[in-house]
């Protein structure tokens, strides 16, 4: 069984730019989710998608958007770059099909630095 | 809105020694409840979780038990190893999220 996966581990961009961030979820599971990782926080919860769409979204602002793809794989893109965007973005997958209050698992996640 | 609250860190401990790390959560209504471990540099990984009241969650040696009476899901360890050392979250399972708090950092020496 193959676990959650993300890319890069590590980016570095500057205020204003983009970025994508990319997820593959575990084998078998049909929705994601992501959350940021301020350093010395807990994550907060960004957005999930579920059969391509968006399912649910936390407090974040537009520029900060998503995509799911047929293998349930996802990127994470964000938009014009701020420097409190600085942080650990983290992947979890789950499968809907199970249980709606399904466990999430979690990939080793994306570092973030914008300068 | 829901939330989760952990003591703060770090907590410092000998090798052998007991671990509690307090969560309380406010939720409505009975939601799911994890304990995640993270590894510097690392992810998070599922340590243990319970679905409804009075259910006990256990793995590698760590327990925790969901008190829908005092809305609690504490994390414990007989003794503690050099190699538990990381940081813990605590979360609970709101509609289609988790929440978290803000973890407690373990630090075990020899």
């Known amino acids: 069984e193959t676990g959650v996966t993300q890319s890069p581990t590590h980016l570095i961009k500057t205020r204003g730019q983009q970025v994508t961030l990319r997820c593959s979820s575990q084998s078998g599971h049909n929705t994601v989710s992501w959350y940021q990782q301020a350093l010395g926080q807990g994550p907060q919860f960004i957005f999930q998608?579920?059969?391509?769409?968006?399912?649910g979204r936390g407090n974040f602002p537009p520029r900060f958007s998503g995509l799911q793809f047929p293998n349930y794989s996802s990127e994470l893109n964000v938009n014009a770059l701020e420097l409190d965007d600085s942080a650990l973005y983290l992947c979890?997958?789950?499968?809907?099909?199970?249980?709606?209050?399904?466990?999430?698992?979690f990939g080793p996640g994306t570092r973030l630095l914008v300068l | 809105g829901d939330s989760v609250t952990q003591m703060e860190g770090p907590v410092t401990l000998s090798e052998e020694a007991f671990l509690t790390i307090n969560c309380t959560y406010t939720?409505?209504?009975?939601?799911?409840l994890f304990w995640y471990v993270q590894y510097p540099g690392e992810g998070l990984q599922l340590l243990l979780k319970?679905?409804?009241?009075?259910d006990k969650g256990s793995n590698k040696g760590f327990e925790a038990t969901y008190r829908k009476e005092t809305t609690s899901f504490h994390l414990e360890k007989g003794s503690v190893q050099v190699s538990d050392s990381a940081v813990y979250f605590c979360?609970?399972?709101?509609?289609?999220?988790?929440?978290f708090g803000t973890g407690t950092r373990l630090l075990v020496s020899p």
């Open positions: 979360a609970l399972r709101g509609f289609q999220k988790l929440v």
């Open positions: 998608y579920y059969r391509e769409e968006e399912n």
């Open positions: 319970a679905t409804k009241a009075d």
């Open positions: 939720a409505t209504g009975y939601p799911s």
């Open positions: 979890a997958s789950s499968s809907k099909r199970e249980n709606p209050q399904e466990t999430q698992y």
